[in-house]
């Protein structure tokens, strides 16, 4: 049984009263937080490290909408405007894999600070949320840790986007989690400098690999529908088996294999997602600790087995380790409408929608590519939690299965959603109207009027 140490009672100085707090800046909250600001309301963004993002600044998850294809039929609005707003900034390149543009993970930390100056956003870095301010079952706000000490940040409406409904979980609200040993697993994202472009692209030319080719590999083991098996896939897996066999890394290492992002003309090659740690808990910090460090080891041995067996690496080191891990599969709320995995697979269609995404499914062992222009509505009432007042979420923890979560944790699908509960956060505010019986027809109208596709 854990000793515990009583708190003394203390009063916390109120540093901001807001419309709008979002707690978290992936691509949900940053999301939310403009859509909110944009629609009228005043609005503050709150992220734990230094600069917002989340997965794509913070992790370094760079291949935003690597999903998209000829056929395809994509979402439109703030997701959108995120990969267009990189490529005028000059931070983006073309993705290897789609007809999209993945971005680059330092540079858009400056495209996101851009972004939220240009709607008037208040900013807020480097606080941790620790406890939210909870009156008969309504919150209205947020207690906050950081660098200036405990501070209490106000607000009428409050978006969840931390990705493990953190605030939801904290307010009482019934979540749920997979449980460990099915989660999917987490990763360490990093990249590598020195590489020779040319030697590297002629070696993929070489030897092309497609998604059948992810197939009896443990961790990267997938089922497809098999219209996606013969595309092009910017897959690794040969030089890592080699490493083994010669015994340069570790046998139990078998199953390093995975991605790369983009090749620059300098010689950076981005978004290495080649190590998968399973059975790690994203909400337990012991787990988190102990992913951290293998992650790295792993990571380190990746690189010398790239070194050694993969052409135009001969001579290339590590650059960068993403600022944390990258955490698919947490928390998801109980909705006031889990998804299902008929509906992100049947094109679901729902009255209450707030945006669309295509028949794009990663995870739990599936693969499915929207190569047909198939789509599926993400229906407002998956943004709010059952049992707590004036509280949406956004981002991958929005409710569903397994199935389900495999589509909306995607960074584009969880713009959507962030789109929508900031839209409907500064809604909610305008009509007096709670969450859970707000008017979606005028939700819907400030959604088309921002740009986003609804239908």
Not at 41 to 49: E, I, K, P, V
Not at 204 to 227: C, L, R, V
Not at 403 to 423: D, F, L, W, Y
Request: with cysteine; hydrophobic share 40%; aromatic share 6%.
């Amino acid at each position: 049984m854990l000793k515990r140490i009583p708190e003394a009672a203390r009063s916390v100085d109120v540093v901001l009263e807001t419309d709008v707090l979002v707690v978290g800046s992936g691509p949900g909250g940053l999301a939310a937080a403009l859509a909110s600001a944009r629609a009228g309301a005043r609005t503050a963004l709150l992220d734990r490290h230094g600069c917002f993002g989340g997965n794509i600044t913070q992790v370094g998850v760079e291949g935003f909408a690597w999903y998209r294809h000829e056929a395809t039929v994509d979402c439109e609005g703030i997701g959108i405007e995120f990969e267009e707003r990189a490529k005028a900034m000059g931070a983006a390149m073309p993705e290897p894999q789609s007809i999209s543009h993945a971005l680059d993970a330092e540079m858009f930390k400056y495209v996101a600070d851009v972004l939220v100056q240009e709607a008037g956003i208040t900013p807020l870095l480097h606080r941790l949320c620790v406890a939210p301010i909870l009156d008969n079952g309504v919150i209205r706000g947020v207690i906050t840790e950081s660098k200036s000490g405990r501070e209490a940040i106000l607000a009428q409406r409050v978006i969840d986007a931390t990705g493990d409904a953190d605030i939801a979980a904290r307010c009482g609200a019934p979540v749920h989690k997979t449980p460990k040993e099915e989660m999917m697993a987490v990763s360490v994202m990093f990249s590598m400098s020195g590489v020779n472009k040319q030697r590297f692209i002629e070696q993929i030319k070489a030897d092309p690999q497609t998604y059948k080719d992810w197939t009896g590999n443990g961790e990267w083991d997938i089922t497809t529908t098999g219209k996606e098996d013969a595309l092009f896939s910017p897959f690794l897996r040969k030089p890592f088996k080699q490493a083994v066999a010669a015994g340069l890394i570790p046998a139990s290492l078998s199953t390093i294999a995975g991605t790369w992002g983009t090749v620059s003309d300098q010689g950076d090659l981005t978004y290495l997602n080649l190590v998968h740690v399973p059975r790690i808990d994203g909400t337990n910090a012991d787990d988190l600790t102990a992913g951290e460090i293998e992650g790295r080891r792993q990571a380190i041995h990746a690189v010398e087995a790239l070194r050694r067996f993969m052409p135009g690496c001969e001579t290339a080191k590590l650059r960068n380790f993403g600022m944390t891990l990258g955490i698919r599969d947490t928390r998801k709320i109980d909705a006031l409408y889990n998804l299902t995995a008929t509906d992100v697979r049947e094109q679901g269609r729902f009255d209450d929608a707030i945006g669309i995404f295509p028949e794009f499914i990663d995870g739990y062992g599936i693969l499915i590519l929207p190569t047909t222009g198939r789509y599926f509505h993400v229906p407002y009432r998956s943004l709010v939690p059952k049992g707590v007042g004036n509280l949406l979420v956004a981002g991958r923890s929005i409710g569903g299965d397994k199935t389900s979560h495999a589509a909306v944790r995607n960074m584009m699908c969880c713009a959507v959603a962030g789109q929508g509960a900031g839209v409907a956060a500064a809604v909610s505010l305008q009509t007096g109207q709670p969450f859970e019986r707000l008017d979606l027809a005028a939700v819907q109208r400030e959604l088309k009027r921002q740009g986003a596709r609804i239908h």
